[in-house]
Every structure is written in structure tokens, then in C-alpha cells.
């Protein structure tokens, strides 16, 4: 079976810091990855997706990059944190062939908070 | 552009009550549905799906009809239980080989005992 793992499970990092989250896929291959952010109390915004790896797709411009070095591994960056990059960051995966039900797996999720 | 649009919540209802949480999409083509749920803390997980006009998705004593004709996909269970308390989205996939799922703003659920 598949599974997604995401990390760490929270960080408290200051302004100006930099940021790396981690997501790993098993069970699959080349997989479609996400990287959405939930504000508190709103609802889901798209970040970044990635159908291969070396392909990312930006959706916000903003102060923040993704990269997939392995077919099921994608990062999630920033060189200099804002307070407005606090959210929760949820990582998600789909089978390479959208349109066909195959529905969107999440993972557990990063809760940052940038003091 | 594709697009959902939830009821907006929160919703609060008595144990054993009827639930419905409306959903509504505009898509080109035949989009494939979705309802996720989300406890506090966690992230999304599948609910159910239904890929084609008529289908329709269930789990967990939830159900919801693809509606076509009314571009609709409400969410429904006959008893809720406090358990059900979380966050509800409703999702679309196009299926024009975009690769974006877009998802409605969630409806919070609180059931009391």
C-alpha cells in the first residue's frame, strides 16, 4: 500500500530564517506532489505541484520554492521566512493520471509558526 | 475557471440529526467529485468520490449524488454522531490534464451530544 510521510510534524523557526519540509512517497511511482498551505480557520491554497521530477509548476508567487531531487521526494523551501508564511503545510499525492478518480492522498502535515 | 463553492458554516447539529452540506461546482467536461474530511490537527483524508453523472459515492454512513444537471454534489448522512465533528471539503479534478484538484473553503461540522 501506499503512504505519505511528511516532516516534521511542527517547527517554531524567527523571521528571516530559512526552511526546509520534507515529503516522501512509498509505494508508488511517479507519483503527481503537492505542496498546499491552510491558513488557520481557511480553507486550502495551492502552493506548488509537480509531475516528474526537476518539474515544478508555481502557483503563488512568493517567497517560497519547491524542488523534487527523486521521483517520489518533494521539498518545500524558503531562504528568508515572513510572519506571513505561519500555516499549516500539507503535502499530497496522486497517481500521474488525473481526471480518472484518482483522488488526492495527503499527508499529516506541518504546523509552522514564524516568530 | 473551475471552481466550488461550499456552504458556508459552521454547522451545528444534535447528535442522531440529518446532515447535508451543499456543494456546488463549475467545471468544463466531466470533472471527477470529491469530499474530504479534516480533524483537528490532521490532514485531509478521502471521505468518498464519484467519478460520473449519477454515481454515487458512500462511506462511513455518508453518501453524496453526482448531479450533473445541477452541477451538485451535497454531502449527507441520516445520523450524525459527535465523532463527525471536523471540517468538510468538497474537491473537484478536471479531467482537461491539468493536474489541479481545486477545493471548496470547508464547512466546519460540530456535533453535540
Known amino acids: 500500500s501506499q503512504t505519505i510521510h511528511q516532516w516534521p510534524a511542527t517547527l517554531v523557526q524567527p523571521v528571516g530564517s530559512p526552511l526546509s519540509l520534507e515529503c516522501t512517497v512509498e509505494?508508488?511511482?511517479?507519483?503527481?506532489l503537492y505542496w498546499y498551505r491552510q491558513a488557520a480557520g481557511r480553507g486550502l491554497q495551492l502552493l506548488f505541484y509537480?509531475?516528474?521530477?526537476?518539474?515544478i509548476s508555481s502557483e503563488v508567487p512568493q517567497n517560497l520554492s519547491a524542488s523534487r531531487p527523486q521521483d517520489r521526494q518533494f521539498i518545500l523551501s524558503s531562504k528568508k521566512l515572513l510572519l506571513s508564511d505561519s500555516g499549516f503545510y500539507l503535502c499530497?499525492?496522486?497517481?500521474?493520471?488525473?481526471?480518472?478518480?484518482?483522488?488526492?492522498?495527503f499527508g499529516n502535515g506541518t504546523r509552522l509558526t514564524v516568530t | 475557471g473551475n471552481s466550488v463553492t461550499q456552504m458556508e458554516g459552521p454547522v451545528t447539529l444534535s447528535e442522531e440529526a440529518f446532515l447535508t452540506i451543499n456543494c456546488t461546482y463549475t467545471?468544463?467536461?466531466?470533472?471527477?467529485l470529491f469530499w474530504y474530511v479534516q480533524y483537528p490537527g490532521e490532514g485531509l483524508q478521502l471521505l468518498l468520490k464519484?467519478?460520473?453523472?449519477?454515481d454515487k459515492g458512500s462511506n462511513k454512513g455518508f453518501e453524496a449524488t453526482y448531479r450533473k444537471e445541477t452541477t451538485s454534489f451535497h454531502l449527507e448522512k441520516g445520523s450524525v454522531q459527535v465523532s463527525d465533528s471536523a471540517v468538510y471539503f468538497c474537491?473537484?479534478?478536471?479531467?482537461?490534464?491539468?493536474?489541479?484538484?481545486?477545493f471548496g473553503t470547508g464547512t466546519r461540522l460540530k456535533v453535540l451530544a
Open positions: 509505494g508508488t511511482s511517479n507519483p503527481n
Open positions: 464519484a467519478t460520473k453523472a449519477d
Open positions: 509537480s509531475v516528474g521530477i526537476g518539474q
Open positions: 499530497a499525492w496522486s497517481r500521474s493520471r488525473t481526471g480518472y478518480g484518482s483522488p488526492l492522498h
Open positions: 474537491a473537484l479534478s478536471s479531467t482537461s490534464g491539468t493536474y489541479k484538484y481545486i
Open positions: 467545471a468544463t467536461g466531466y470533472p471527477s
